[in-house]
Nanobody, 129 residues
Framework: EVPLVESGGGLVQPGGSLTLTCEAS????????MSWVRQAPGKGREWVAR?????????NYRDSVKGRFVISRDNRENRVYLQLNDLKTEDTAMYYC?????????????????????WGQGTQVTVSS
């Protein structure tokens, strides 16, 4: 059983908004940092945003989405969210959530990304006029 299920994607015009949801199961959700990762057509996966475990007080974003995307979590519901605002065509991708990385892994996010093995089915975001 895949412990991560993403939803909320869709087709949206440039400048529009979407909220993605990831439902987690099978592990102690509150104890894990969670991230959103995306993969555009013909490209490799890239990390998008991370929220720390428990209260989620530490949040990080890749530069291209800072000020536009907001990551949050609900530990009671075992969910992590990604609010996408002011969407651009270059945001078009399949979006996935993933466990981690730990804080010390942020310095080499590519290494962490290469080691992630639990992937859900993802949710497609298409930004087009």
């Amino acid at each position: 059983e895949v412990p991560l299920v993403e939803s909320g994607g869709g087709l949206v015009q440039p400048g529009g908004s979407l909220t993605l949801t990831c439902e987690a199961s099978g592990f102690s959700f509150e104890q894990y940092a969670m991230s959103w990762v995306r993969q555009a057509p013909g490209k490799g996966r890239e990390w998008v945003a991370r929220i720390s475990s428990a209260a989620g007080t530490n949040i990080n974003y890749r530069d291209s989405v800072k000020g536009r995307f907001v990551i949050s979590r609900d530990n009671r519901e075992n969910r992590v969210y990604l609010q996408l605002n002011d969407l651009k065509t270059e945001d078009t991708a399949m979006y996935y959530c993933a466990k981690g990385p730990n804080a010390w892994e942020m310095a080499d996010i590519g290494n962490w990304l290469a080691r992630v093995s639990d992937w859900g089915q993802g949710t497609q975001v298409t930004v087009s006029s």
